[in-house]
């Protein structure tokens, strides 16, 4: 990162700033004319420390990640399309409020990673 040594004081102060104050790589990225790998290895240059997100901003980021996944999806029950959350989300809130569903009374249930059975949201 040689081009580092070009950067004047402000945008120094200006990068350290950004990367204190938990602005995503991403926009720092934009903001300095960097990639996002490029955010990170300049933070290593300046030694910057690691920086703690403060808990909202961390849900907030997780969650545009699960919606990502959000899609329409056919629901297996009643074979309608609805919104769903993501590639687990496979039963329509319709069908999740009919007893059926809440007493575990169908074929359908999520087999988690481990071989249990999740329950159904
Ligand atoms: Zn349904």
């Not at 700033?17 to 004319?33: I, K, L, S, T």
């Not at 808990?55 to 629901?75: P, S, T, Y």
Request: with cysteine.
């Amino acid at each position: 990162m040689t081009r580092l040594k070009s950067w004047s004081e402000l945008k120094r102060r200006q990068f350290a700033g950004a990367w204190n104050a938990c602005v995503p790589a991403g926009d720092m990225g934009r903001m300095f004319g960097l990639s996002e790998a490029g955010v990170y290895a300049v933070r290593r240059e300046f030694g910057l420390p690691d920086r703690v997100m403060p808990r909202g901003r961390a849900a907030v980021l997780r969650d545009a990640a699960i919606n990502k996944f959000a899609d329409h999806r056919r629901c297996l029950m009643c074979n309608e399309t609805f919104r769903s959350d993501g590639p687990g989300n496979r039963i329509c809130r319709g069908c999740k409020d009919t007893p059926a569903w809440r007493e575990g009374q169908t074929d359908y249930s999520m087999v988690l990673p481990d071989g249990r059975k999740g329950e159904g949201r």
